[in-house]
């Protein structure tokens, strides 16, 4: 016991500042901890960081069970720990490094991430919901990444940097066959259209049936690597699909899209949904029009 307490009682020849400032080390670097782990939440590197956990607790476990030739093997692995971590970040790793030459942006997220629970507006998530509802009833294939808690600045940065206002006629003239951005996703963050023409990892999992096409199985991909919601227009059967956490699901119609997009980024549930609006007329217009322009 007083093996214990002597800690405690050396705080007892600390002066009043000195305590001042441990405690406030303490919460500052509490502060920055927390902070970083909502910056990485979501991402492939929280999936690793939990792994990691696990494997720590099975090595104290298996030393305190006493189960000898499990924690000599775990003990042994604990060797090629930091090799492993740094293949396994590397992508992490490479845009933190990217990140020291711009030190507001990093410390901009760390202050404000995980703040709001809503992450866009109800007028973008009907703008989205217009914009797919138009693409799928003309059978135009579209691919549209969702950013939520993980950033994807590592994927807008290979595509079009566009930094507009999300709106149905600028998705439907990105995705029209004819415009050079059409082959890619674009990424959008809470109610700004970040990039176009982006590439996207391929989902190589084995739920996946054969058949899948390429803009399927990247936004698969996508929802596997980082905390995002991926919307896919199938241009051969005009459906729209949503894969989230690695997983691909086909929607009925758009209305679940409203009511999907509403619950992820609006923290909306059904009953709370906003009342619908009419816009695939509008927006039916605007293609025809683009179409008799391009036929002229």
């Known amino acids: 016991m007083e093996d214990l307490l002597r800690p405690f009682q050396s705080l007892r020849e600390l002066t009043t500042r000195e305590i001042f400032i441990s405690v406030l080390d303490i919460l500052l670097v509490t502060f920055l901890v927390y902070r970083l782990l909502l910056l990485v939440r979501g991402s492939r590197a929280w999936r690793i960081i939990l792994g990691v ?28 720990g ?4 740094v293949v396994l970040l590397l992508p992490e790793l490479r845009a933190a490094i990217e990140g020291f030459g711009r030190p507001t942006t990093i410390l901009t997220k760390i202050v404000t991430s995980g703040g709001a629970e809503e992450r866009a507006e109800a007028r973008t998530v009907e703008e989205l919901v217009a914009a797919m509802a138009e693409l799928a009833s003309q059978s135009i294939g579209a691919l549209v990444v969702i950013e939520k808690d993980a950033p994807l600045d590592e994927i807008a940065s290979n595509g079009v940097a566009l930094n507009a206002r999300v709106s149905a006629p600028l998705l439907g003239s990105i995705f029209y066959e004819n415009n050079p951005l059409h082959d890619g996703a674009v990424i959008v963050r809470g109610d700004q259209i970040l990039a176009a023409a982006c590439r996207l990892p391929l989902s190589e999992s084995s739920r996946l ?4 096409h390429m803009r399927h199985r990247a936004a698969v991909g996508v929802s596997e690597m980082f905390d995002c919601i991926a919307v896919v227009v199938s241009e051969e059967r005009g459906t729209i699909s949503v894969a989230t956490e690695g997983r ?33 007329t509008r927006l039916r217009r605007s293609g025809d029009s683009k179409s008799a322009e391009a036929q002229s």
Do not use: C
Not at 53 to 80: C, D, P, Q
Not at 82 to 85: E, F, K, N, T, Y
């Open 53 to 80: 956990i696990g494997f720590v607790l099975a090595l104290f476990l298996s030393n305190r069970l006493g189960f000898s030739t499990l924690h000599w093997m775990l003990e042994k692995a604990t060797y090629l």
């Open 248 to 280: 691909l699901r086909r929607l009925g119609s758009h209305l679940e899209l409203r009511a999907l997009l509403n619950r992820e980024l609006r923290s909306l549930e059904e009953d709370q949904k906003p009342p619908e609006r009419p816009r695939r």
């Open 82 to 85: 930091p090799a492993a971590l």
């Open 209 to 212: 049936d054969q058949n899948v």
